[in-house]
T-cell receptor, first 113, second 113 residues
Framework: GENVEQHPSTLSVQEGDSAVIKCTYS??????FPWYKQELGKGPQLIID?????GEKKDQRIAVTLNKTAKHFSLHITETQPEDSAVYFC????????????FGGGTRVLVKP | ETGVTQSPTHLIKTRGQQVTLRCSSQ?????VSWYQQALGQGPQFIFQ???????GRGNFPPRFSGLQFPNYSSELNVNALELDDSALYLC????????????FGPGTRLLVL
């Protein structure tokens, strides 16, 4: 089955700096890659997603890139703010051909003011 | 907020007991997925329900079962609770046409003593 690896497990950045989280996946049939943000005591919140027919997608300070050949995708957060502090999860899915999300292990991001 | 609600928020049970967790999907969503999130880990797919039938299952034993109702709400039942069942149980709703795009509720924290 699919396996998703996520790095780093923790990330500390200064407010205003950029944060980058990287994920690799094993199943070449995966074609949908969402990113979730989970704050303490809450469920995961979908922040951005990308499909395999797109190499990059941006939404304000958040961007995701996908390299299907290398089977890895990354989340980029620019101009980080203290409210960006949370645990971030990447996930992979086979889209219409599958119904489950396989998650990475998570990255705890701390933005220091 | 996603509009997905779960109850109860917290629950304490003892080993061997049975538990029922409930989920109301986001308005208009007809598919419900359940995930187990152990402390410090990413969510793991338990199963998905569409049209009141199981539509895919992860690597969980049969003592994990579910139901979906005509109004698309859902229940997760766990029999013969074990200590390792202690986790955050997350419900996610989606449209069957885009079932991979899943929106999570706040979760139910289950502690098994």
């Amino acid at each position: 089955g699919e396996n998703v690896e996520q790095h780093p497990s923790t990330l500390s950045v200064q407010e205003g700096d950029s944060a980058v989280i990287k994920c690799t996946y094993s199943d070449s049939a995966s074609n949908y890659f969402p990113w979730y943000k989970q704050e303490l005591g809450k469920g995961p919140q979908l922040i951005i997603d990308i499909r395999s027919n797109v190499g990059e997608k941006k939404d304000q300070r958040i961007a995701v890139t996908l390299n299907k050949t290398a089977k890895h995708f990354s989340l980029h957060i620019t101009e980080t703010q203290p409210e960006d502090s949370a645990v971030y999860f990447c996930a992979a899915s086979k889209g219409a051909a599958g119904n489950k999300l396989t998650f990475g292990g998570g990255t705890r991001v701390l933005v220091k003011p | 907020e996603t509009g997905v609600t779960q109850s109860p928020t917290h629950l304490i049970k003892t080993r061997g007991q049975q538990v029922t967790l409930r989920c109301s999907s986001q308005s208009g969503h007809n598919t419900v997925s359940w995930y187990q999130q152990a402390l410090g880990q990413g969510p793991q797919f338990i199963f998905q329900y569409y049209r009141e039938e199981e539509n895919g299952r992860g690597n969980f034993p049969p003592r994990f079962s579910g139901l979906q109702f005509p109004n698309y709400s859902s229940e997760l039942n766990v029999n013969a609770l074990e200590l390792d069942d202690s986790a955050l149980y997350l419900c996610a709703s989606s449209l069957v046409e885009v079932q991979e795009t899943q929106y999570f509720g706040p979760g139910t924290r289950l502690l098994v003593l």
